[in-house]
C-alpha cells in the first residue's frame, strides 16, 4: 500500500543543514494498523509528511498502491491525495466559523459531487463517529474529543484507502483519547483502513498491529 525506498530529507536554511530523515525503507501492507513511535524532534511527522504526499523527499522512491510518486507539481499527485488518504492531526485544524457538517464535506469541494451528495456523505460520516446530533453546532461548542471526532469523519468522508494520524490523542484526557482509539480501531476492523498512526503512547501503540521506532531520523529495531 505505502513503501517508502532510501528516502532521506534535508530542510537547508542559509547557514544550517538539518537532516530529519535518512535512508527510510517502509513498506505498509493493505489493511494494516501501524503506531511510530520515538522522541520528539526525531523525524516522525516528517515521515508521516511523506507517507501522504504533503512533503517531497529530497531523495528516494516513493510507492503508493504501487504507484511511483514521481512529480509533486502534478495536480494528478493533488487528487491522489485527496481521494486515497486521509488526515488527522493533533490540533483538529477545524474551521471555526463553520458548522460541523460544513467542515465535514471540505474534502468533497475538490471533487466533482453535489452538494446534495456531500450532505449525504458528511451524515453518514457523522453517524460512524457518533454525532449526528451534533450536525449544525459550531466547533467551540464541542468538547475536545468530540472535535476529534468531527476531524475523523472529515478524514473519511471520502472513503479513503489510508487513514494518516499524527498523535490523533495527543490533546485529549485518558478517557476521551481512549474513545478515540476505540473509533480508530472500530474503522481499521470494519472497512479495513490501512491507519498509520503518530504517537507517544506506550498503550495506544500496544493496541496497533505493528509498531515503527525512529530515532534520529532513522528507523531502529
Known amino acids: 500500500m505505502l513503501q517508502l525506498q ?38 516522525k511527522s516528517t515521515l508521516l509528511s511523506i507517507l501522504g504526499l504533503l512533503d517531497q523527499p529530497s531523495q528516494g522512491q516513493i510507492r503508493i498502491d504501487n504507484q511511483i510518486i514521481e512529480s509533486y507539481k502534478d495536480k494528478h499527485i493533488a487528487a491522489m491525495r485527496n481521494e486515497k488518504i486521509g488526515f488527522i492531526f493533533q490540533s483538529f485544524h477545524l474551521i471555526s466559523d463553520l458548522k460541523v457538517i460544513d467542515n465535514v464535506e471540505l474534502p468533497l469541494l475538490y471533487r466533482s459531487i453535489s452538494a446534495k451528495k456531500r ?31 468531527v476531524a475523523i469523519a472529515r478524514a473519511i468522508i471520502g472513503q479513503p484507502d489510508v487513514l494518516l494520524a499524527d498523535e490523533p490523542t495527543g490533546n485529549l484526557d485518558s478517557h476521551m483519547g481512549n474513545e478515540i482509539m476505540e473509533l480508530l480501531e472500530s474503522l481499521h476492523k470494519e472497512q479495513q483502513t490501512t491507519i498509520v498512526m503518530v504517537t507517544h503512547d506506550e498503550e495506544m501503540a500496544k493496541r496497533t498491529g505493528r509498531t515503527i521506532r525512529v530515532f534520529d531520523g532513522q528507523l531502529v529495531q
Open 6 to 43: 532510501n528516502v532521506s530529507k534535508t530542510f537547508q536554511s542559509d547557514k544550517l543543514e538539518t537532516i530529519a530523515l535518512m535512508d527510510i525503507d517502509l513498506h505498509i501492507e493493505k489493511g494494516e494498523f501501524v503506531s511510530i513511535m520515538g522522541p520528539s524532534g526525531c523525524g
Open 119 to 149: 450532505r449525504e456523505l458528511a451524515l453518514a460520516a457523522l453517524e460512524k463517529v457518533g454525532l449526528s446530533a451534533r450536525t449544525h453546532h459550531y466547533p467551540n461548542q464541542l468538547s475536545g474529543g468530540q472535535q476529534q471526532r
